[in-house]
């Protein structure tokens, strides 16, 4: 793990006159949880193998990909260093626990991810991000540590899988919501937009918009997770 | 079954031990004795977090089976929906009639840190809930949790606020979610008819 310093952390949602969260410092994994590691998971902890996890705490899709219970399987020898994906929060947040660690808030993930990439700089991040996010999913997952190193040392924040946070049901104003929030009096159309930290992120935005997408058991093809804590 | 009442009873003298004030629990959750058999897999009874009670009491969710359940997420500090969400639980509540007494309300607050059991039951004061309503302080994670599994949103803002769905729930008696219903001064009807129908299964 490797120490993300604190401070202040501005959400990309924010409501009128709210200050920006202060961060405590904290630890966060290298690299996204890999399929090897996964696996050890689930032989300690058997209600978490495939063909016994609830169906509340994951979906249908949940390690659809290897081959057996406690099988990654020869057809995915190339993804045993690969993040794992197909597992749901419930799953990542068991993961974590298990490890002595926690799943990283919005806030704690956003931040230890605005870090461009080493010797990089920030609008050149932005770039990066766009362009991964127009990409298709590539066939076979690459390893974890095969994007770039952040200036705090973590790898592949971009450009790998979307990662679960811990509170990725976090309010979001979206264009549905209206009259459901507590927050939303004004009830007009692209109100979300108005609480809009930086218009231009719309990196931030897709980030921001996939969360308010999940539930807590959806199994996806391109969602994995990391772990924090703290220190 | 009076030894089992026994062992309930000692069970809760434990919990007692650990929180203050030591006198035995006062007020019921009056279902257990409604059968309740097996917790089905998608109930949201399997999760184990401990939640306390503006009792003080130490509760776990599945201590609810047996009746048809009213939730919603709240915190007490909110001063525009979550007193009027809860008055619409109160409404249900009266719409209810007669069959209220065969339903559990719940108030679950997000705010962990200052909605205390001693704040909870101050509100329940302040908004004349009755006692079929028990409000539940939880962990972080548990509150979390929960809400993840009733597909509410909420936030945390810097100034110790939330920002959250305002979303009506009904589980049936096993705890599976039966029911939703978002927004405030929402037409109730259907929540009305389904806990009905729920609890006459």
């Known amino acids: 793990m490797v120490k993300i310093s604190g401070g202040t952390y501005t959400p990309f949602f924010k409501l009128p006159g709210t200050p920006p969260l202060h961060l405590r410092p904290y630890l966060m994994d290298e690299t996204a949880v890999t399929n090897r590691q996964f696996l050890d998971f689930v032989k300690a902890n058997p209600k978490w193998q495939r063909s016994k996890v609830s169906r509340l705490f994951a979906d249908t899709n949940y390690l659809k990909y290897w081959e057996s219970d406690l099988v990654i399987g020869e057809k995915n020898k190339g993804l045993y260093n690969s993040p794992v994906v197909n597992i749901s929060w419930f799953a990542a947040k068991a993961y974590a626990e298990w490890q002595g660690k926690r799943l990283p808030t919005v806030a704690e993930w956003e931040h230890a991810g605005q870090a461009p990439p080493a010797g990089g700089t920030e609008e050149k991040l932005t770039q990066y991000i766009l362009g991964w996010y127009q990409k298709p999913n590539p066939k076979v997952l690459p390893n974890v540590r095969s994007t770039f190193k952040n200036t705090y040392g973590l790898y592949d924040m971009h450009g790998l899988v979307w990662e679960w946070t811990f509170d990725f049901n976090s309010f979001i104003k979206s264009g549905d919501s209206r009259a459901n929030t507590e927050d939303e009096l004004k009830l007009f159309c692209a109100s979300s937009s108005l609480y809009v930290d930086n218009k231009e992120d719309y990196a931030s935005f897709l980030r921001y918009s996939y969360r308010g997408s999940l539930k807590g058991n959806f199994c996806i093809a391109n969602l994995g997770f990391r772990c924090v804590k703290d220190l | ?201």
């Open chain 2, 1 to 201: 079954m009076k030894s089992l009442i026994f062992i309930f009873v000692c069970a809760l003298a434990l919990f007692s031990c650990n929180n203050e004030p030591k006198s035995a629990f006062t007020g019921t959750i009056e279902n257990n004795t409604a059968p309740v058999g097996t917790i089905p897999e998608e109930s949201i009874y399997n999760i184990s977090d401990t939640f306390t009670t503006q009792n003080k009491r130490e509760i776990v969710l599945k201590d609810f089976a047996g009746k048809p359940v009213v939730l919603g997420m709240i915190f007490t500090h909110c001063t525009y929906a979550c007193p009027r969400l809860t008055a619409d639980i109160q409404n249900i509540e009266k719409e209810l009639g007669p069959n209220a007494k065969n339903v559990n309300f719940i108030l679950i607050s997000f705010d962990t840190e200052r909605d205390t059991p001693a704040q909870l039951e101050k509100f329940k004061k302040e908004m004349n809930l009755d006692d079929r309503f028990t409000l539940l302080h939880g962990s972080e994670d548990a509150v979390r949790t929960l809400s993840v599994l009733l597909n509410i949103q909420f936030q945390k803002n810097s100034n110790g606020d939330f920002s959250h769905s305002n979303i009506i729930s009904v589980l049936d008696k096993k705890g599976n979610l039966a029911y939703q219903k978002e927004g405030i001064q929402a037409d109730q009807k259907e929540t009305i008819k389904k806990l009905s129908a729920l609890t006459m299964q």
